[in-house]
């Protein structure tokens, strides 16, 4: 059974600090993806990995860095929380290849900013 | 620039009605197209996807969606609402030999008793 796992379900964290979310697939996907969700706007890409150490910046970037040190593991970090951050964050996978238009989602983080 | 449109962000039925939701995309080059459902406090899973071939494609627990160029749409449609059928339904587009997977903004379906 495929699957892609995030660090945790829920967070609450406090303005200003270093906050990390990681995720984890075994499915062995060159891509990984993180998105923020929120009412009304559906999924907005915040970046993506095609590779080991490549990243690339979606369309909400700011305020956000990510780490891709091995295949199975892509990382969201947010350098300096704020209450504008409180969200549904996704992480997912995609395969390489013309059929592989299919994305593999975690049961989300829901990160809280105080 | 490739997007999807969802009519509707909430859709109710009665259990054992029909169920529509809307979809509608633009894009330059033949896309691939997708429905996610989401559960409660769970992330997305695929309903189904349209890549090439039969234009009328199957997907998990009833669904199904029809990709229709002339008008731009893929539907998702079910006979027969079920209680277990309410959650968010997400429509979705990636262009052949791209990257970057566009979301619709979401349909909250609610299932009545």
């Known amino acids: 059974d495929v699957k892609v796992t995030q660090s945790s379900r829920y967070l609450v964290k406090r303005t200003g600090e270093k906050v990390f979310l990681e995720c984890v697939q075994d499915?062995?996907?060159?891509?990984m993806f993180w998105y923020r969700q929120d009412p009304g706007l559906g999924l907005r890409l915040i970046y993506f990995?095609?590779?080991?150490?490549?990243?690339e910046k979606g369309d909400i970037p700011e305020g956000y860095s990510v780490s891709r040190e091995k295949k199975e593991r892509f990382s969201l970090i947010l350098e300096s929380a704020s209450t504008n951050q409180t969200s549904m964050y996704l992480c997912a996978s995609r395969g390489t290849g013309v059929q592989s238009g299919e994305q593999f989602f975690g049961p989300g983080t829901r990160l809280t900013v105080l | 620039a490739q997007s999807v449109t969802q009519l509707g962000s909430h859709v109710s039925v009665s259990e054992g009605a029909l169920v529509l939701l809307r979809c509608n995309y633009s894009?330059?080059?033949?896309?691939?197209l997708f429905w996610y459902v989401q559960y409660p406090n769970q992330g997305l899973q695929l309903l189904l996807k349209?890549?090439?071939?039969?234009?009328l494609v199957k997907g998990i627990n009833g669904f199904e969606a029809e990709f229709k160029k002339s008008e731009t749409s893929f539907h998702l449609t079910k006979p027969s609402a079920h209680m277990s059928d309410a959650a968010e339904y997400f429509c979705a587009v990636i262009n052949t030999g791209g990257f970057k997977t566009i979301f619709g903004a979401g349909t909250r379906l609610f299932v009545k008793a």
């Open positions: 349209y890549t090439t071939g039969a234009t």
């Open positions: 990995s095609y590779d080991v150490k490549m990243k």
């Open positions: 499915m062995d996907h060159e891509n």
């Open positions: 894009s330059s080059v033949p896309p691939y």
